[in-house]
């Protein structure tokens, strides 16, 4: 069984950074493309950064591109997500998602596995 574990998160002012972690078990990391999703209240989960399989591609959205940088670790079977110059308007609750397959993935159901979630909020 699959298990997305995320920790990191919690309250900054805006302009402050953090680093979510998501640990991954239950099948071979390394096979699988990884992404993070935020969903804020009362909007749609959407993914803000994936990477495939070997590192090799990664995808941001633009609300995100040159604040964010996802990374990952298959020797530590962890995946995770630098954020940098934060904004009021990224506070959301931040999931892990493990894809069905190794290629970069960008929409949320191409992602079968997800994590229970962790809290980011940015204060003004």
């Known amino acids: 069984q699959v298990q997305l574990v995320e920790s990191g998160g919690g309250l900054v002012q805006a302009g402050g950074s953090l680093r979510l972690s998501c640990a991954a078990s239950?099948?071979?990391?390394?096979?699988?493309?990884m992404g993070w999703a935020r969903q804020a209240q009362g909007k749609e989960r959407e993914i803000v950064a994936a990477?495939?399989?070997?590192?090799?591609?990664?995808y941001y959205a633009d609300s995100v591109k040159g604040r964010f940088t996802i990374s990952r670790d298959n020797a530590k079977n962890t995946v995770y997500l630098q954020l940098n110059s934060l904004k009021p308007e990224d506070t959301a609750v931040y999931y892990c998602?493990?894809?069905?397959?190794?290629?970069?993935?960008?929409?949320?159901?191409?992602?079968?596995?997800w994590g229970q979630g962790t809290q980011v909020t940015v204060s003004s």
């Open positions: 990477i495939s399989r070997s590192a090799a591609s990664t």
């Open positions: 239950g099948r071979t990391f390394s096979s699988y493309a």
């Open positions: 998602a493990q894809s069905r397959g190794g290629l970069l993935r960008t929409m949320t159901y191409e992602y079968n596995y």
